[in-house]
C-alpha cells in the first residue's frame, strides 16, 4: 500500500509499504478516507518530539472505514464510516475508568514514533487501529450527517480546543484570549466561544494568520508583530485585560505573554507542547499576581470527541474552514513543504 514514510534528515517520503495486519483480538484495520497533516508531524520530523523511526508511517489524523476486525471487537462497523484518535487509550487501566484517557497507563499514539508505542500511522491506505471499540468513533446515529471533512478533526485538533476550552472553565461574560492562531488555537478560539464570553481574542505574529482567523473562520484577532500584546489586549478590553488565556503555541514566550494579557487573578490554559524537561517562567509574578497555571497534557480525545462533533453537527463549528488545500497522498511531500512554509493552515490527504 501507499503511506508516507520518514526518510530520515527531517524529511517525509510517499512509499510502498506492507499493508498493516490485525495483531491482537482488539485490534481493527481502517482503509483510510481522509487524513491530515498536523502541527505534531513537524515536531516529529524537527526533532522537537524525537523518537521518530525511519521507515516509520507517520499521521494521526483520519477518518475511514472498517475491513477486518479481531474477535473482541464490540461494535458494529459494517457499512460506518470511523473517525480515528490520535491518542491510542487501552480502556482497562483506573484512568480510562475515570475517563483520564490522556493520562492512560499504556497510552500510545498512532504514527507519532517509537516513545509513543512506534504505531504506524494513518497517512496510509490502511491503518490498524489498537483497541478499536475506545480509540475509534463510528459516524452513525446524529454524526452519520456529517462529512468526512466536517469530521475529520474530531480526533485530534477540534478535540484539543474543546478540551481546552473545558479545562479554562470559562465563565459567561469573560474574556478570553488565545495566543497563537495556528490550527490549534482557532479550534481553541471557536471551542472557547461555546462558553458565551464577552469576547475571544486571538492573538499572532503572523500577519497572515490574523487575517486567515479573521477572514475565514469569523474570530477577532489582532497582529502582535509591531504591538505589545499586553497593550493590544489591554485597548481591546478597556485597560481590563482578559480573564482567560489560552496558550496555543508551544513556546515559553507564548506563555509570558499570556501572564501580561490576564488580569489579576485570573487564568491560563497551556494547550501548547513542551518538549523538553525545564523552562524558565516568572513564577513570584505568578504568585503575586494570582494567575492560575493549568498545563493541558495530551489531549484528551476520546472525553470530548463526541461534544466537538455535536458541536459540528448542531452547525455552532465549522472546521473545513481550516481546510486550505486538498492533495491526493501521493503528493504528500508537496503538502508537507506547504504545511511547514505556513502557506497552508491544514492539509487534506486523500489516500
Ligand atoms: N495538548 C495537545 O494534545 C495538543 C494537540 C495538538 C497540538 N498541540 C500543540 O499546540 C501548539 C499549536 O499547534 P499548531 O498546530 O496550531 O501550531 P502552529 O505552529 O501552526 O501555530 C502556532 C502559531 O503561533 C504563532 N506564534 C508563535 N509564537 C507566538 C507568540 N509568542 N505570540 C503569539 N503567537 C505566536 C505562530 O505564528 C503560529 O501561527 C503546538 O505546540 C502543538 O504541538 C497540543
Ligand atoms: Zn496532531
Ligand atoms: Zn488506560
Known amino acids: 500500500m501507499r503511506a ?9 517520503r510517499v512509499d510502498d509499504v506492507a499493508e498493516p495486519t490485525l495483531q491482537d483480538d482488539r485490534d481493527a484495520i481502517v482503509a483510510v478516507r481522509k487524513t491530515a497533516i498536523c502541527g505534531s508531524d513537524l ?5 522537537k518530539t524525537p523518537g521518530m523511526r525511519e521507515g516509520g508511517v507517520i499521521g494521526h489524523e483520519f477518518i475511514g472505514k472498517v475491513t477486518q476486525m479481531g474477535d473482541r471487537v464490540i461494535k458494529h462497523y459494517e457499512d460506518t464510516r470511523v473517525l480515528g484518535s490520535f491518542l491510542i487509550a487501552c480502556g482497562e487501566c483506573a484512568h480510562c475508568a475515570a475517563r483520564r484517557f490522556n493520562f492512560c497507563t499504556n497510552r500510545r499514539a498512532l504514527g507519532l514514533g517509537t516513545l509513543t508505542g512506534d504505531l504506524d500511522g494513518a497517512q496510509a ?4 487501529v489498537p483497541n478499536a471499540d475506545l480509540n475509534l468513533r463510528p459516524l452513525a446515529g446524529g454524526l452519520s450527517g456529517l462529512s468526512d471533512e466536517e469530521a475529520l478533526f474530531g480526533g485530534d485538533i477540534l478535540a484539543t480546543g474543546f478540551y481546552g476550552a473545558q479545562l479554562s472553565d470559562i465563565k459567561r461574560d469573560e474574556t478570553v484570549v488565545v495566543v497563537g492562531a495556528g490550527p490549534v488555537g482557532l479550534f ?11 469576547q475571544v481574542i486571538l492573538l499572532d505574529q503572523d500577519p497572515a494568520r490574523v487575517a486567515f482567523a479573521r477572514d475565514n473562520m469569523g474570530l477577532d484577532a489582532i497582529d502582535v508583530s509591531a504591538i505589545e500584546p499586553q497593550a493590544a489586549v489591554a485597548d481591546a478590553t478597556a485597560g481590563r485585560m482578559a480573564d482567560i488565556a489560552m496558550e496555543a503555541v508551544g513556546h515559553v514566550d507564548a506563555i509570558k ?10 487564568r ?17 509574578v505568578a504568585w503575586v499576581r494570582g494567575i492560575g497555571l493549568r498545563f493541558a497534557g495530551m489531549a484528551n480525545v476520546q472525553a470530548h470527541w463526541d461534544d466537538a462533533l455535536l458541536s459540528v453537527a448542531k452547525g455552532e463549528v465549522d472546521p473545513t474552514a481550516a481546510i486550505t488545500h486538498r492533495l491526493p497522498l501521493d503528493d504528500a511531500v508537496q503538502g508537507y ?4 512554509a505556513r502557506e497552508a493552515m491544514k492539509v487534506v490527504l486523500t489516500p
Open 337 to 340: 513543504e506547504l504545511f511547514r
Open 257 to 266: 505573554s499570556a501572564m501580561k494579557c490576564v488580569r489579576d487573578g485570573g
Open 4 to 12: 508516507v514514510v520518514y526518510a530520515g534528515d527531517g524529511t517525509v
Open 268 to 284: 491560563i490554559t497551556v494547550v501548547g507542547v513542551y518538549g523538553a524537561e525545564r523552562y524558565e517562567l516568572p513564577v513570584g
Open 125 to 128: 491506505e490502511l491503518v490498524r
Open 188 to 198: 481553541c478560539a471557536l471551542a472557547a466561544r461555546r462558553y458565551n464570553p464577552s
Open 43 to 47: 515536531h516529529l520530523l524537527d526533532g
